[in-house]
T-cell receptor, first 112, second 116 residues
Framework: KNQVEQSPQSLIILEGKNCTLQCNYTVSPFSNLRWYKQDTGRGPVSLTIMTFSENTKSNGRYTATLDADTKQSSLHITASQLSDSASYICVVSADYGQNFVFGPGTRLSVLP | ETGVTQTPRHLVMGMTNKKSLKCEQHLGHNAMYWYKQSAKKPLELMFVYNFKEQTENNSVPSRFSPECPNSSHLFLHLHTLQPEDSALYLC???????????????FGSGTQLSVL
């Protein structure tokens, strides 16, 4: 069964600190992996998209890594800001079709 | 602004009411989706439309009825809902084209639905 797991379920950090969110997946055949940011009361917004051949991709203070062998991905946030408070969702696509498998998300709270 | 607009943002309805959710995309995409997001659960795909034709119905109860009159508009008609249907309903669009190897979803802000 195609599945995406994320950890931790929630995380609280202080402003300015770094953090890393984890994503494990059992999706086959793998096509690509995305990280989305979802602010409260809003729809998810894409942060990064990585294909099988990409190991890392950055978007400003966000850096995503992918290990296709172990089927793991991480999202590293550097120098966190209050505006980083949101849910971060890992999404794996199994093919070129609409088969997106969503993780449950990690709820990040950045405190002043 | 993602280019996908959903209305209303919030909706409270009784179990005997009939209401509709509306989604409009200004991105020129040809595929549109309805997702359900319940608290602490992954997004659940409900319906997919490609070029106005429904290509996927993910075992959704008949009390949810989608309508896609053209590639830019998508509706979700609701009737005789249950309290467990309370959730955030998200619309998304993408460009469905074999030349596009990575299909990117653009989401609207969602409609927060409460069924009393």
């Amino acid at each position: 069964k195609n599945q995406v797991e994320q950890s931790p379920q929630s995380l609280i950090i202080l402003e300015g600190k770094n953090c890393t969110l984890q994503c494990n997946y059992t999706v086959s055949p793998f096509s690509n992996l995305r990280w989305y940011k979802q602010d409260t009361g809003r729809g998810p917004v894409s942060l990064t998209i990585m294909t099988f051949s990409e190991n890392t991709k950055s978007n400003g203070r966000y850096t995503a890594t992918l290990d296709a062998d172990t089927k793991q991905s991480s999202l590293h946030i550097t120098a966190s800001q209050l505006s980083d408070s949101a849910s971060y969702i890992c999404v794996v696509s199994a093919d070129y079709g609409q088969n997106f498998v969503f993780g449950p998300g990690t709820r990040l709270s950045v405190l002043p | 602004e993602t280019g996908v607009t959903q209305t209303p943002r919030h909706l409270v309805m009784g179990m005997t009411n009939k209401k509709s959710l509306k989604c409009e995309q200004h991105l020129g995409h040809n595929a549109m989706y309805w997702y359900k997001q319940s608290a602490k659960k992954p997004l659940e795909l409900m319906f997919v439309y490609n070029f106005k034709e429904q290509t996927e119905n993910n075992s959704v109860p008949s009390r949810f009825s989608p309508e896609c009159p053209n590639s830019s508009h998508l509706f979700l008609h609701l009737h005789t809902l249950q309290p467990e249907d309370s959730a955030l309903y998200l619309c998304a669009s993408s460009q469905d084209n074999r030349a596009v190897l990575i299909r990117k979803l653009f989401f609207g802000s969602g409609t927060q639905l409460s069924v009393l």
